[in-house]
Structures are given as structure tokens and as C-alpha cells.
């Protein structure tokens, strides 16, 4: 599994940098650290919280960061009351709401933008840290177990809603849409709808199954990245793309930064924003996220479904580009790459199916990448055995 994943990383990084949609950004304003807290409050980011422990001696912060993404820089603001790690929080378009983690049990704080000052709320009736909640239509939702909490800032009050049909265990990570809010415990995903009130089984997140991740919405689509495999010396890169629309993920992209565990991300103006976490080395790098690698419209992104099958295969795998329109199709090319990184083929799409032969390659994995007018729009792997 520890090869997998350099080879991956090995192999994004010989892609075309034009299909990156990671651009890295001034680094976060404090000292490198993880299990800190992200959210965002209209068109401004906050970061701030989390420790540091690789000496075996626990540091916590309270530090409270504003990054704008006009001017790329970051801003020192209030103190968050205590010293914290692991803790939760949400946001409405005017609050952010942080509470729980290593230092508090259901006791939670409204952060107010505008005035910059800390304000104790209703206390949640679930003890929670280190775990991603989310926020729907004003108001926030904090899971624990099985167990959902409801936040009305109108009326500062908690309410139990339906239990979710499994347990999520910790480190576990989360997005919401404008409707509804998502959450992945290892392999396990799950919807929220608020106005049902109701949980929805969706499909298996098919990753590298990892907890101690990061999720952030874009165009109603969900994202998530990073976190460990199985222990935590273990990290992973993969980028997926979640669709509530068909129920599907796609594999994006992989981080070109540092793999690592326990991120903070959030998203504004339909853009994802990343950073901080842990590999062994604590880390304050940051990075944007804009993935729209055709500049065209949504509706036409929808159709980019390109088939691979038969996959894995003995002697040839093909690819249907029969959704796509043609003008998609005569300007795109498949680069396919060997498990260590070499690019060994690029053949120009002629037709809307295009097949790959074996022909003198060895059994094992490969690794693609479908570009049009060389942007990445689709990556991926394949296997001949």
C-alpha cells in the first residue's frame, strides 16, 4: 500500500501542470500544526486552534486566523477562549460556531466577524471533537455516534434529530450541499436531508479508505482529500469528487503537496481551501482548490462520463467517449503512464471509442489521464493481468 501511494504521487506529478488545480497560497498565518479548526463566514476564511504533539509533549493553541482570498494574506484575530484541539465547528453566512475538542465537552462559542468577539451559546447536548460537522441552511448540525444535534442560532437552542443508521467514528469528515449534508466514516457514506429529517445510504466512498481527511463543497459537488490508511503513519493524496446529482465519485486528481492527516478545509465563493495537518511534520502550507478544467458550463461538465472497460483486462481496455459531444472528442488525448511515473503512451481520441492494446506491457497498474486541449478531465487507473 506504501508503494501505491508514492507511485501515485510519482505519477501526478508528471501531468500535465496545466490540468493542477491546486495552487498554493501565502502560508497559514500561524505556527504548523494539526487537528486544528477551519471554517469560512461570507467571503473570508478562519483557521485557528488544533496542537502539536511529536515530542510527546501536548501543545495546544487558541490562535484565530482571518485569511482573505482578494489579497492571499492572513490576519490575527481574537484569541478563541481556550486553549483546543480536535474541536468541531460550522458556520452561517454571518457566524462561525466552534465548541467541543480536547478542552471542552458541549460547551460552544459564536464567533462574530464583525466585531471580533467570542460569545459563549447553548451548550450542545453531545460531547463532540474530532469530527467534521456541517451546516445547512443556517444552521449547524454536530453528530456524535449515531447520534445528530440541531443548532438554531435564531432561538439558541439544540435539538435532537434522527439517529444516523450507523456509528461514525472519529476523525470521520463531512461536506454540505445547499440542501443536505454528507458524512464518510472509512468507507461508509452517508446523506443528511434536514427538511426530512431523514438519512440516506449513498455510495461507498471507493478511495483509499481513510479517515482524518478534509471535505469542502464546490458547485453543489462535494470534495474530499487526504487523511491516513489503516494507521496513521499511512497518508494518502487521492482527490475525489462527489455527486449528489448521479450518486457518484470520481477520482480528480492527486494533492501535490505533502500527503498528510488531520487538514482543515472550507470553501468560499466556490472555490476549496486547504491546509495545515501532519505527516510526522506539523505543517502551515495553504492551498486553493479550482477545479473547472474546461471553462465550460456545468451542464456541459455533466456530460464528461468517459467509460473504461473492460478494467482490469488481458490484452486491450477501451474508452467510450460516446457522451461526449465531438468537438470534445477530436481535441482530447489519452497520456498513459507506468507504475513508476514514465509517460509510455499518447495517443490523440479519433473516435468515440478509443481502445488501448497491451501489446508488449507487463501485468500490473497504469495510470491515465484524458485531456482536452491539455486539461486534464478525467484521471484514473487501469490494470492488465
Excluded at 461570507?42 to 502539536?52: C, D, E, I, R, T
Excluded at 450542545?124 to 455516534?145: E, R
Excluded at 493524496?237 to 503537496?257: A, K, T
Aim: glycine share 10%; hydrophobic share 35%.
Amino acid at each position: 500500500m506504501k508503494k501505491l501511494i508514492i507511485l501515485l504521487i510519482i505519477v501526478f506529478g508528471t501531468l500535465n501542470s496545466q490540468a493542477n488545480p491546486w495552487i498554493q497560497k501565502a502560508d497559514f498565518g500561524g505556527t504548523g500544526r494539526h487537528r486544528a479548526t477551519g471554517i469560512s463566514i461570507a467571503n473570508k476564511g478562519y483557521m485557528g486552534l488544533g496542537h502539536v504533539n511529536g515530542t510527546g509533549i501536548d501543545i495546544d493553541y487558541k490562535d484565530w486566523w482571518q485569511y482573505d482570498p482578494a489579497s492571499d494574506s492572513w490576519t490575527q484575530k481574537a484569541n478563541f477562549p481556550v486553549l483546543n484541539h480536535g474541536a468541531v465547528a460550522f458556520s452561517t453566512s454571518t457566524r462561525g460556531y466552534v465548541g467541543g475538542g480536547s478542552a471542552l465537552n458541549g460547551e460552544f462559542y459564536e464567533y462574530n466577524p464583525i466585531t471580533n468577539v467570542w460569545s459563549q451559546i447553548a451548550s450542545c447536548p453531545l460531547s463532540v471533537g474530532d469530527v467534521q460537522v456541517f451546516s445547512v441552511a443556517n444552521k449547524g448540525y454536530v453528530y456524535l455516534g449515531n447520534q445528530l444535534a440541531e443548532y438554531a442560532p435564531l432561538t439558541n437552542t439544540w435539538v435532537m434529530k434522527a439517529n444516523s443508521p450507523t456509528y461514525f467514528g472519529t476523525w470521520s469528515t463531512s461536506f454540505s450541499t445547499n440542501s443536505s449534508g454528507f458524512v464518510k466514516s472509512g468507507a461508509a457514506f452517508y446523506e443528511y436531508k434536514p427538511a426530512l429529517d431523514q438519512w440516506m445510504v449513498r455510495t461507498s466512498f471507493p478511495g483509499l479508505t481513510s479517515n482524518g481527511g478534509a471535505g469542502f463543497t464546490m458547485n453543489n459537488k462535494g470534495y474530499m482529500t487526504c487523511g491516513y490508511v489503516g494507521s496513521l503513519a499511512l497518508v494518502t493524496n487521492e482527490v475525489w469528487e462527489f455527486n449528489p446529482g448521479n450518486n457518484q465519485w470520481s477520482l480528480i486528481c492527486l494533492f501535490p503537496g505533502s500527503s498528510r492527516r488531520f487538514p482543515v478545509a472550507f470553501s468560499i465563493n466556490n472555490k476549496g481551501y486547504f491546509g495545515t495537518g501532519t505527516n510526522g511534520i506539523n505543517m502551515n502550507d495553504f492551498w486553493a482548490f479550482d477545479f473547472d478544467p474546461l471553462g465550460i458550463s456545468e451542464n456541459d461538465l455533466s456530460k464528461i462520463n468517459i467509460n473504461v472497460f473492460p478494467n482490469p483486462s488481458s490484452d486491450q481496455i477501451n474508452f467510450d467517449f460516446s457522451s461526449l459531444e465531438q468537438e470534445i472528442v477530436t481535441n482530447s488525448k489519452i497520456q498513459l503512464f507506468s507504475s513508476d511515473g514514465r509517460k509510455i503512451k499518447e495517443e490523440a481520441i479519433q473516435n468515440t471509442l478509443h481502445t488501448i492494446n497491451r501489446n508488449d506491457l507487463t501485468n500490473g497498474i497504469y495510470f491515465y489521464s484524458i485531456l482536452y486541449k491539455n486539461e486534464s478531465i478525467q484521471f484514473g487507473k487501469i490494470t492488465f493481468n
